[in-house]
């Protein structure tokens, strides 16, 4: 049977290798992994509490208008119930992004390295792509709009960036805003937006009415810790959002999602937690990264984007035969490098000791 062509040019999306697999390749009791970027604290206890308690009516369909987490996150953000968007995790709406806007004839210009479900969904849809390779992991604003033509019809901007962790700053955002044609849609990624520094933030919210164009994305999936039920959201004017409301499935959100979701907001407490143990983990495990002499790009995020001294699909293996998890660089587009997400206190200990060891072996190669 025939598809579209492209499909025979693409390959599935490659996750990382899975715990049960790696424990009977190697022998192996226990695993650590740090490849994808979840929060090693687990999710709001109060989550927990609420399906302990409440047994869930899994034989209706879920609110397709997801109403109360609808309201909660209006109300939370301070922006109209209508300009809001949920999908089954923030690439959902990416893919819809992709299927209202982007079609044969038409260009769409992304960051590399950055997210790759961007260009897939992009390539899928017949869009041809624009690719400006970033700078010391940033952005190249400047270059991603003198790429912008006629046929440009979205922009996707990444901050922080996934794999390099780096957000871009406001002055800059707003500059390219500023300059970037206003019917050329621009989506500003920010999965890892709970992870920044207060100083960091761009405020992106609090400008959608100036920039109509402009739609932001966010998730339940990393610091919330809800990656596996799949939930994250979109805020846009309401033009946008009603259009991209029409290509969205009517019950793409599952009731034990919104749930969870709508309980893990109200848990500031938790997000705070995990906040504050991410940045104490971060700063130990960079000051020992300068005690061995890699390098590291200065990450917004839970993970690190970190320079090897040899490829980063040797120290992927050195690390798996360990125990260890990561994602090597080379499948991220980042020859040389690991991505690593940081784990709890006792585990980034334990890796301390397992890189250091490398480290002593390769500067004796």
């Known amino acids: 049977m025939e598809g579209k062509q492209i499909l025979n040019q693409l390959t599935p999306y490659q996750q990382g290798k899975q715990i ?8 192996l009791n226990r695993i650590v992994k740090l490849a994808s970027n979840e929060n090693p604290y687990g999710y709001s206890p109060q989550v927990k509490g609420h399906f302990l308690n409440n047994e869930s009516a899994l034989e209706l369909y879920p609110d397709g208008y997801t109403a109360e987490l609808r309201t909660a996150v209006a109300s939370k ?7 809001l968007l949920f999908g089954s995790g923030s690439e959902e709406i990416v893919q819809m992004i992709c299927r209202a806007f982007l079609y044969p004839g038409v260009n769409t ?3 590399t390295p ?10 899928i849809e017949g869009a041809d792509i624009k690719e400006i390779p970033t700078v010391h992991g940033f952005h190249d604003l400047e270059k991603m709009l003198e790429s912008i033509d006629e046929k440009t019809s979205v922009v996707w901007l990444c901050s922080p960036n996934n794999p390099s962790g780096v957000s871009i700053p406001q002055r800059s955002l707003y ?23 207060a100083d960091q933030d761009p405020d992106a919210i609090g400008n959608l009415s100036i920039y109509e164009n402009l ?41 034990m999602a919104q749930k969870a979701a709508l309980i893990a907001l109200e848990d500031r407490a938790f997000i705070e937690e995990a906040r504050l143990k991410n940045n104490t983990v971060k700063q130990s495990f960079t000051w020992f990264l300068d005690s061995i002499g890699w390098t590291y790009y200065d990450s917004q995020t839970n993970f690190l984007l970190i ?7 040797e120290v992927f293996q050195y690390l798996i035969e360990k125990g260890f998890i990561v994602r090597p660089g080379e499948v991220l587009g980042c020859p040389n490098t690991i991505r690593v997400t940081l784990g709890n206190e006792e585990d980034m200990k334990q890796l301390q000791d397992i890189l250091y060891a490398l480290h002593q072996q390769t500067k004796e190669i």
């Open 114 to 123: 950055t997210f790759p479900q961007y260009k897939h969904n992009a390539l």
């Open 307 to 313: 320079s090897t001294p040899i490829s980063g699909n």
């Open 20 to 27: 049960k697999d790696i424990k009977e390749a190697y022998g």
């Open 109 to 111: 210009v992304v960051p």
């Open 175 to 197: 500059s390219f805003l500023d300059n970037c044609p206003k019917d050329v849609l621009v989506v500003l990624d920010e999965a890892y937006y709970e992870y920044m520094d």
């Open 215 to 255: 739609i932001i994305l966010r998730t339940f999936s990393k610091a919330y810790g809800l990656a596996g039920l799949r939930i994250g959201y979109a805020i846009a004017n309401q033009d946008l959002i009603t259009k991209l409301d029409v290509v969205r499935g009517p019950f793409n959100t599952t009731s």
């Open 77 to 83: 953000l301070n922006v109209n119930e209508k300009q």
